[in-house]
């Protein structure tokens, strides 16, 4: 775990400005960071190329950095929760990781290019203020999240997984991408040794996570699916049972549960194992502080129960394994409703494909598609403006070339427009606050070489969800589990919406900050969500508005 605040100017920063952990000069420009925040041992390791060129590396990379002697080695090297800051003549070029793990994000300000690993640093940033920008809503109401390289924040961008931002002395930032993701031509096409081959990069990146963070020990968030059971026979395998501690949580009596899976993997795999009861009790104390760490807003309820099971882990443990990324590499509940649609598009569609598909993917999501325009508070022209903009991001995603299938594009659409944006910085800012590490073995650079190398007929046959990771675990996991539906974590938000969270509800939506939540959000909306109204969803869009609020609303506030 990590946080740092950069600069990049034509002139040095001095100490009273910023104090710097790192520097770096290139010609007529120079980068300064200061390390904020770092509980491991996570340190900038400096490397010197050939040429005149210097490198730091901020987090744990999985490959060995020593082997590097250039640029294409560092390229092709960077895996893991790592940043890398690189100096060659007049430029300063700033590399997210491959996968997103870890955020970066940049702002202009007063002549600098300033990047940070939290949003919530440029508050620091003297005369800079965080404004939020309404037509942002739009994106958050369908999908939960804002996807892309933007933010809720005007002027804040994020840089995206893969890619690496290069900067010269007019401080422009230019954006390329080092390391893609899409399916290449050559693909392994037989199943047996796909199966293996998954089987033993799982084990191989758990290893490897062990290495590169030096510790012995580790804790599993288990939820009882299928990704979160294969991590956790990963981690005692290559940890040991004893020096592994499975922690889930439990909604109470009578509510959904994947308790009957999760009691199955811990009965098969004997390793220590803690339930946390959840309750609006036991969380509510703590929204205000889990939605400060989401700096950019987050819907997805999921966001609690992740921050809560952190709050109870012992401080000593400071190594999270999770089963994140199983569903944009394997397949998710989505990808058969918009193959139907995609199908579909052909007999009803008229000419404009992209953008047929592009509305189905934000049905796909369940969120607020259904009633965005009367839910949001923006003028007809805003509304228009932000729709297309949103449509015109999910066609380039979802755009098929001429080699591709549809399943392969809708795999690479979904890693690209979800990951560091959803699913990421969900695990990654629930577990900051208390100096952890979270990690998924199941989501690194191989295994997203692996799904690029192998063929969709292999990974994803006949809409079989996660077939290929079910053949590579199925001889060592419950069959109950290998062959459950898939569901998620359902956190009962309609149950509590009713008896226990509704006051909450009210309390950050109209008593404390109605001015703001007006500004984002239909009055009149707003009152039937909080009244006796029939509205589909109602207690998840209840939840995705309060947080939205709570996020903008602490985000602008004096960094203390």
């Known amino acids: 775990m990590f946080e740092f605040l950069a600069a990049i100017g034509p002139i040095p920063l001095n100490a009273s400005e910023l104090i710097a952990d790192v520097s770096l000069k290139a010609d007529g420009c120079f980068f300064q960071m200061a390390l904020l925040k770092s509980n491991h041992r996570a340190i900038a390791r400096k490397l010197n190329f050939n040429g005149g060129v210097d490198v730091s590396l901020l987090g744990f990379n999985y490959n060995d950095p020593n082997a590097w002697k250039s640029i294409e080695d560092l390229e092709q090297g960077l895996d893991g929760p790592v940043c890398a800051f690189v100096s060659q003549e007049a ?28 949003i919530r640093h440029f508050r620091r940033l003297p005369g800079f203020q965080l404004v939020p920008d309404t037509s942002k809503s739009l994106a958050y109401a369908c999908m939960s999240f804002i996807p892309g390289e933007e933010t809720i924040w ?34 392994q096409r037989d199943e047996v040794r796909a199966a293996r081959q998954l089987y033993d990069l799982t084990l191989s990146n758990t290893d490897r996570i062990r290495q590169a963070t030096g510790q012995r020990d580790c804790v599993v968030l288990l939820s009882g699916g299928l990704d979160s059971t294969v991590a956790l026979y990963a981690a005692i395998e290559v940890f040991g049972k004893h020096h592994v501690q499975a922690i889930s949580v439990n909604f109470g009596k009578n ?16 390793c220590p194992h803690t339930y946390i009861e959840v309750s609006p009790a036991s969380f509510l104390s703590d929204m205000n502080d889990i939605y400060t760490w989401i700096d950019d807003p987050i819907g997805d309820p999921v966001v609690m129960p992740n921050y809560i099971m952190n709050k109870v882990i012992p401080r000593e443990q400071t190594l999270v394994l999770t089963g994140e990324g199983g569903d944009p590499c394997f397949g998710g509940p989505k990808n058969q409703f918009m193959t139907g649609m995609a199908w579909a598009s052909n007999l009803y569609d008229d000419g404009d494909s992209p953008s047929f598909l592009a509305k189905a993917y934000l049905e796909s999501f369940k969120r607020g598609y259904d009633d965005c325009r009367s839910m949001l508070n923006l003028g007809d022209e805003l509304f228009r403006n932000a729709y297309q903009s949103l449509l015109d991001l999910l066609c380039h995603h979802l755009k098929l070339n001429e080699t591709q299938s549809f399943l392969n594009r809708l795999l690479f659409a979904n890693k690209r427009l979800k990951c560091h944006s959803l699913i990421l910085p969900k695990v990654q800012k629930t577990t900051q606050p208390f100096g952890r590490l979270s990690l998924s073995p199941i989501y690194t650079r191989s295994i997203l ?42 956190v009962p938000l309609s149950f509590w919406r009713e008896k226990d969270i509704l006051g909450y509800h009210r309390q950050v939506l109209v008593k404390e900050n109605k001015e703001t939540t007006y500004r984002f959000f239909n009055p009149k909306y707003i009152k039937r969500l909080l009244g006796k109204d029939a509205i589909a969803r109602k207690g998840l869009k209840t939840w995705m508005i309060s947080v939205f609020i709570q996020t903008v609303v602490n985000l602008q506030k004096h960094e203390q």
Not at 105 to 117: A, D, F, Q
Not at 462 to 470: A, G
């Open 91 to 118: 430029e300063v070029v700033v590399y997210a990781d491959p996968c997103g793990w870890r955020s970066i994000y940049y702002v202009r300000h007063r002549g600098r290019l300033w990047l940070s690993s939290n």
């Open 154 to 187: 005007r002027g804040v961008y994020a840089l995206p997984m893969g890619c690496k931002c290069v900067v010269d002395t007019s401080l422009r930032a230019k954006i390329r991408t080092y390391y893609a993701v899409e399916p290449s031509i050559q693909q």
């Open 255 to 270: 509510l959904p549960s994947e308790n009957q899976y999760i009691d199955l993997a811990i009965e098969a795999f004997q």
């Open 449 to 490: 070489d692996f799904c690029r190398n192998t063929s969709i007929e292999v990974k994803y046959p006949r809409l079989r969800e996660k077939y290929i990771l079910k053949q590579a675990f199925k001889h060592v996991l419950p069959d109950a589990i290998v062959h459950r539906p898939k569901s998620g974590m359902r």
